[in-house]
């Protein structure tokens, strides 16, 4: 596990209204005070908040900009709409995504975590909770990704021992081989023109389908 402060985090949070500029209504000044305890214990927990950004149109291309190792969700009413913009611009960069809200509504963690959240927090920011939070996440986020990789691998796997299976077949076929001739015919091909032998069996299979 590498330590907090290796760790570059974005933070995704609505934009409240300008203190400067208007009175935040009972709502707002409570999310605000939300916002900092979190954003507090992140700190004093030595973690690095490289960027806050609001979860709009460019959020896809800020976060592959910054590429954060991992992303804080910071919502009330509106988490669902921002985890909505979060995963759609984490779909083909995936990171552990974490959200903290006070929002009780606990009807949409399911889908959340479906989506790819690594962790759903609800109520009850102090600082001292939020690096444990952390890590359990960012350990079942890299556990689900050698699960997705292990799943990949498999299905790449039979997916090529199909194709290969397939040309073997062809080959008997048209030059009266059996199986382990044919296959001794794919790798020795295979071997001398320095091609993976799924490359050679699919070759074979495309020159079939335009004959």
């Not at 916002?35 to 976060?63: H, K, T, W």
């Not at 071997?191 to 079939?208: E, P, S």
């Amino acid at each position: 596990m590498p330590v907090a402060s290796a760790i570059r985090i974005v933070i995704v949070a609505p934009e409240l209204a300008d203190p400067a500029g208007a009175a935040l209504s009972a709502d707002e000044a409570a999310e605000a005070e939300r916002s900092r305890s979190l954003r507090i214990g992140l700190l004093q927990s030595g973690y690095n908040i490289v960027a806050v950004l609001p979860a709009d149109p460019f959020l896809p291309e800020r976060l592959a900009q910054i590429s954060p190792d991992m992303i804080i969700v910071d919502a009330e009413s509106q988490a669902r709409d921002t985890l909505e913009h979060v995963v759609m611009a984490t779909r083909d960069a995936r990171r552990p995504i974490v959200l903290f809200t006070n929002d009780d509504d606990t009807s949409q963690v399911g889908a959340a975590i479906a989506a790819g959240v690594s962790a759903y927090v609800v109520a009850g920011l102090a600082p001292e909770r939020v690096r444990p939070v952390l890590e359990v996440a960012l350990a079942r986020f890299r556990h689900e990704e050698a699960l997705r990789r292990e799943l990949a691998d498999a299905r790449t796997q039979l997916s090529e021992r199909k194709t290969i299976d397939r040309a073997k077949g062809l080959l008997m076929q048209r030059h009266q081989l059996s199986e382990d001739d044919a296959y001794v015919r794919l790798r020795r091909t295979a071997m001398d023109r320095g091609m993976k032998l799924v490359d050679v069996a699919q070759r074979i299979l495309d020159v079939a389908d335009l004959l």
